[in-house]
């Protein structure tokens, strides 16, 4: 449903309980990582979440995917999972209304959870995702087209409005030497490179870190993006 009112009350929750009231048991769900495939390898997480006023972190081990945590009711929890312990998280954020005791993470609500876990937790715990969400979701299928400057100064500012909902186009990445092989993007929903020439494919891009496993070579591509739409990329050993 189309967001009419240009307020951030519009975006936050007012259903609020004063009683104290257990914690919420929820059980969460990491799903396959597109370098699990391309490696045959499981892959370890370091799984974030806020409680309360607080971030809690613990590491979640490559035979583990279904985690029980339990968050306070009563508040948007964000739940961020980070292959390797820093790369593009899965994740998901939970109003008091998402009323599911169990959650499966995915990488486009990791792109928002990510970001939300490093911003005022006042901002984030009323929070009403679930508008965003569908307020976003009828501009692209992708939330890392997303100006998240411009979205996330005017969350934290108190202005929040369909304004603050940009898309960027992506950026023109000029091909560069690459060497031969399958290189499995970190991204489900990306493309890999294959690459036969010794150079990589053209690309589109928005601002940001892309890594791409070649897992013959045992060698991972860094790729980023900046701001301007430069890219710089480098090559560093395989974790997995």
Not at 211 to 218: E, K
């Amino acid at each position: 449903m189309k967001i009419k009112m240009p307020l951030l009350l519009l975006f936050t929750l007012m259903l609020f309980s004063c009683s104290v009231s257990p914690d919420r048991a929820l059980e969460v769900t990491i799903p396959t990582h597109p370098w699990e495939r391309a490696s045959g390898k499981c892959l370890w997480y370091t799984l974030k979440w806020t409680y309360g006023d607080e971030i809690r972190s613990t590491y979640i081990s490559s035979d583990q995917r279904n985690i029980r945590l339990y968050i306070p009711p009563g508040e948007t929890a964000v739940i961020a999972a980070y292959p390797l312990g820093d790369m593009s998280p899965f994740g998901t954020i939970l109003t008091p209304l998402d009323t599911a005791s169990h959650i499966t993470l995915s990488q486009n609500d990791g792109v928002l959870a990510g970001e939300l876990l490093d911003i005022d937790r006042v901002v984030t715990s009323r929070l009403n995702y679930g508008l965003i969400s569908s307020e976003l979701h009828e501009k692209t299928d992708d939330f890392r087209k997303i100006d998240k400057v411009l979205f996330l100064r005017d969350l934290q500012n108190g202005v929040l409005s369909e304004a603050s909902f940009k898309i960027i186009s992506p950026f023109a990445v000029d091909s560069f030497a690459l060497p031969n092989g399958i290189w499995t993007s970190e991204f489900l929903q990306d493309p890999g490179l294959v690459v036969t020439e010794g150079i990589s494919p053209d690309l589109q891009l928005p601002e940001g870190v892309y890594r791409y496993l070649n897992p013959d070579m045992d060698r991972v591509l860094v790729l980023i993006v900046d701001s301007s739409g430069a890219a710089y990329s480098y090559l560093k050993q395989s974790l997995v």
